[in-house]
């Protein structure tokens, strides 16, 4: 029952339908596993590079701003963030760096997370 998707492999609790086929966890024990943080990271060129960060429904804003007087500390964010893993991703952050604007899909770990929450 576990390898066809009809219990938890977690917790072993019963799951509704539909059954995939393959092993699966409920919704309580999914949340528990989740190990990093999908963030969307905008960013713009004022007196500054402002970024500000946002939830994966592009709705909900995190409240920590950042502002640095560098493009390469938004680099640097990418790479900690996991955005920026093959040379195309860095020239695509380069270019939104010299347009002046752009924006990046960040996978934080539950620490890097809390610090933006704070």
């Given at each position: ?41 905008y ?16 709705k ?53 997370y ?5």
């Amino acid at each position: 029952m576990r390898e066809q998707g009809q219990i938890c492999c977690g917790c072993r609790n019963r799951l509704g339908p539909p059954y995939p086929g393959r092993e699966r966890y409920c919704d309580r024990c999914a949340s528990q596993r989740q190990t990093h943080h999908r963030i969307y990271l905008y960013f713009f060129v004022r007196t500054g590079w402002h970024c500000q960060f946002l939830e994966a429904d592009l709705k909900t804003s995190l409240p920590r701003r950042l502002t640095f007087q560098s493009p390469d500390k938004i680099l640097e964010m990418a790479k900690a963030g996991g955005a920026a893993k093959q040379l195309h991703d860095i020239a695509a952050i380069e270019h939104a760096i010299a347009v002046g604007r752009g924006g990046i899909w960040l996978n934080l770990n539950n620490e890097q997370y809390g610090k933006l929450k704070r």
